[in-house]
């Protein structure tokens, strides 16, 4: 019999035990092929000459990403085959007994990994094609593209990438493979279920102090990341994450060595139904991998907060595009109005807009940055610590306020005698006015005081943006402004409106360029831009947090699965033990799978609880951008986990059943 058909013929007879590496494979080149393929797709053409340059950057960072995607996946399949290695060693060993040579048992392992990589290669790519159609779609719908430019499309420079990345992973396994078989004796090969598991730490006491120690260590990165991370230095920052990774560690080492003791002694507990088995079979699976373990918590930390965070990121710019676009074009300049600017250039704004509003700027030396945040000031200093409070504030009338609002479609604002209002949808810089005013903060201009009519910052903009960042345009009634014209200097004006027909943005670019030239002083946004720049931000960090997230998911859960698969022979024994002991078969069932459960959710644990800190750091970070309501892109992230990491461990459970429970 050759070596290829004994190669099919096991694997053939373990193809269920195969199943969860096989379907680790086919999921890894399916998503590799997919987000790969991206860039080739026709309609991408469309995209682009429709001015969205963002998409070829976007491109290039997913080729990039695919690099260490694609080592991850190689280490993963790695990691895989030793596993696969150890666990059929006493079927090695029965080769080399019945006169196998040494390279003819190799060369049969190789065959089988050569057999798996060729139909899991074929496998995934025709997942991924039809894969790639799908998040093809999706792409034209978030890019706002034409849906006509859509053709089925098969890349064949992205198949052969993805054959040859794939083809030197399978062929630096099958070199390990061979290099990590001659590695065994025969003696060790036969004896290989009867080694039992070592512990790391086999000492209670020393195992308990351990965990004292983890949890110190732990909660030490908890509170320096979770509540300081504002007011640390690079190297105070670097120690709370060192904390973090060695606490880790030391929580899954001192756990092995006296959880298992602890329970025993909860003698309710330990000696209802099949407890004490289970207790003892997850002693000696933890005590096994700590390592491991530690790893997967740690990968399944980063996947909830790529996800989280990307996803929170995404709600917010979808939110804000809906409403950040109220008209085709607004734009800022200094010096002087732009509807005189543009009337000298020769291109008046009513040729170039059907309705428009421009509302003059002035600045006064009684109405600076410091001052809009006085009684606040000390706090404002902490968080913008480089800014130039003595910086004057843009100031504008009332009426010519209230006349954007009926332009916007906003509700206008009333002031009263004596009153101001301060415009700022930027969360930071908001939450100080809200502050100063909380406070009784006031404005003195010639020898009045003003209060402000409102309890706190309006949220509102003047100028579009894709994010939440004007940060204080303080409105003033039209009588303070007319009554002392010496105290307010003209300082420019900004200029929002709608085109008139046959006018679009190249018009008014041109326009507002021959007006203004190359002076810095003067700027315009347009919906146009608005609306691309966030959709092509959104777009990426949703499919890059995607990719590498659900590549992370995967590789953690394949790592305990196939941990679990590998020593499913040796439990098998055990589970035949208990049958003869009298356990019935919904009993073996039950310890069977509260073992894989607590196998599954040790290292998950961990990871939320990291993650739960971690994502009041970043809450801040998103908060400095504008960017607020984490929770429903967490609630996200943590159902596209668990749909993951759940369908592995379903997969493992009957798996897991069908060998040591039927057999």
């Known amino acids: 019999m050759s070596l290829f058909r004994i190669a099919a013929k096991n694997i053939r007879k373990s193809s269920r035990d195969y199943s969860v590496y096989f379907m680790t494979l086919v999921l890894g080149i399916a998503l590799f092929y997919i987000f790969n393929s991206i860039g080739s797709q026709d309609f991408m053409e469309t995209i682009v000459s429709s001015g969205n340059s963002f998409v070829r950057t976007f491109v290039r960072m997913i080729e990039a990403i695919s690099v260490g995607v694609a080592v991850i996946l190689g280490i993963l399949i790695a990691y895989a085959n030793n596993f696969l290695i150890r666990r059929r060693k006493k079927e090695f060993g029965v080769y080399r007994l019945l006169g196998m040579s040494e390279r003819k048992v190799a060369g049969i392992l190789s065959a089988e990994t050569f057999i798996v990589g060729i139909v899991s290669l074929v496998m995934g790519l025709l997942c991924g094609v039809f894969g790639s159609q799908l998040l093809s779609v999706i792409v034209i719908r978030l890019f706002a593209a034409d849906v006509s ?51 790391l730490i086999g000492n209670p006491t020393a195992a308990v102090v351990l965990f004292v120690l983890s949890i110190l260590l732990l909660g030490f990165g908890y509170i320096e990341v979770g509540f300081r991370a504002a007011v640390l230095t690079k190297y105070e920052f670097i120690a709370s994450i060192a904390a973090g990774l060695a606490g880790t560690f030391l929580l899954f080492a001192s756990l092995s060595g006296f959880l298992p003791g602890a329970l025993a002694k909860r003698k309710n507990f330990y000696h209802r139904g099949l407890n004490s088995f ?60 732009i509807c005189e600017q543009l009337k000298k250039s020769g291109c008046p704004a009513d040729t170039l807009l059907a309705e428009y509003v421009e509302l003059p700027i002035y600045n006064s030396p009684s109405v600076t940055m410091g001052d809009s945040v006085g009684k606040a000031l000390e706090e404002a200093k902490q968080v913008f610590f480089r800014a130039n409070w003595d910086a004057p504030e ?27 209002a301060e415009i700022c949808d930027y969360e930071n810089m908001a939450d100080l006015i809200d502050l100063a005013i909380s406070r009784g903060n006031t404005f003195t201009i010639g020898g009045k005081e003003l209060k402000s009519g409102y309890d706190a910052a309006v949220g509102e903009f003047v100028i579009m943006s894709g994010m939440a ?96 698969l590998s020593d499913s022979m040796d439990s098998a024994s055990r589970y035949d033990m208990l049958l003869k002991i009298g356990a019935g078969r919904k009993q073996r069932e039950g310890a069977l799978f509260a073992q894989l459960l607590l196998n599954f959710a040790a290292p998950l644990i961990p990871g939320l609880l990291h993650s739960v800190f971690a994502l009041r750091y970043a809450k801040d970070l998103l908060k400095a951008l504008g960017m607020t309501k984490m929770l429903s892109g967490s609630l996200t992230a943590v159902i596209i986990m668990l749909l993951v990491y759940g369908g592995y461990f379903l997969m493992t459970y009957r798996v897991c059943r069908r060998v040591v429970i039927n057999e």
Request: with cysteine; net charge neutral.
């Open 469 to 564: 960042d004007s940060s204080g345009v303080v409105v003033l009634p039209d009588e303070v402004i007319d009554s002392d014209p010496q105290e307010f200097t003209p300082a420019g004006a900004y200029l929002c409106g709608n085109y008139a027909a046959g006018k679009d943005d190249a018009a008014f670019a041109e326009a507002f360029n021959t007006a203004f030239g190359s002076d810095a002083a003067g700027y315009f946004v347009t919906k146009t831009n608005v609306r691309a720049s966030n959709v092509s931000t959104a777009v990426s960090i949703v499919f890059i947090v995607l990719y590498i997230g659900i590549i992370f998911i995967i590789t953690s859960a394949a790592v305990i699965a196939l941990k679990i």
């Open 278 to 337: 289970v207790v003892s079979q997850f002693g000696n699976n933890l005590g096994s991998s700590v390592a491991a373990f530690s790893l997967i918590s740690l990968m399944l930390f980063l996947s909830i907060c790529a996800f989280s965070v990307g996803f929170s990121m995404n709600g917010y710019l979808n939110r804000r595009l809906a409403d950040a676009t109220p008209v085709d074009v607004t734009a800022n300049a200094e010096g002087g109005s």
């Open 149 to 199: 430019a859509y053709r089925f499309t098969m890349s064949a420079e992205v198949i052969v990438k993805t054959v040859v990345y794939f083809a030197v992973i399978f062929a630096s396994v099958m070199i390990f493979n061979v290099r990590t078989l001659a590695k065994y004796r025969l003696i060790d090969l036969l004896n290989a279920g009867r080694k039992a598991e070592k512990k």
């Open 394 to 420: 843009n100031i504008v009338r009332l009426s010519d306020y209230n006349r954007l609002e009926r332009l916007y479609g906003r509700k206008p604002l009333t002031l009263g005698p004596g009153e101001y």
